[in-house]
């Protein structure tokens, strides 16, 4: 089984940044993609932001040129820096990583999410 657990959420003034972290542990074989996926009240998740095992990345419109997504995989940690933040950002962030486990079962497993919240 994969435990993920994000951090770094929080209240930010519209302009301001935050990162996000998000360490995945337990019975991990592989890391293929990591992302970044966030649900505002009322609205279905969206995807923000996602990265490949091979560093290869892929933004939201919404998001391009504010945030950047990292991965380092020696800590089996996705990361999501944010810019520039705008009211619309903010919403539940949960962080998705896909894989293997040792034994070689498949997974795709979900944090428990951060909130972060931008005032205008």
């Known amino acids: 089984q994969v435990q993920l657990v994000e951090s770094g959420g929080g209240l930010v003034q519209a302009g301001g940044s935050l990162r996000l972290s998000c360490a995945a542990s337990g019975s991990i074989f592989s890391i293929n993609d990591m992302g970044w996926y966030r649900q505002a009240p009322g609205k279905q998740r969206e995807l923000v932001a996602t990265i490949t095992r091979g560093g290869s990345t892929n933004y939201a419109d919404s998001v391009k040129g504010r945030f950047t997504i990292s991965r380092d995989n020696a800590k089996n940690t996705v990361y999501l820096q944010m810019n520039s933040l705008k009211p619309e950002d903010s919403g539940v962030y949960y962080c998705?990583?896909?894989?293997?486990?040792?034994?070689?079962?498949?997974?795709?497993?979900w944090g428990q999410g951060t909130q972060v919240t931008v005032s205008s």
């Open positions: 998705n990583m896909q894989g293997r486990e040792f034994g070689g079962r498949r997974y795709n497993d």
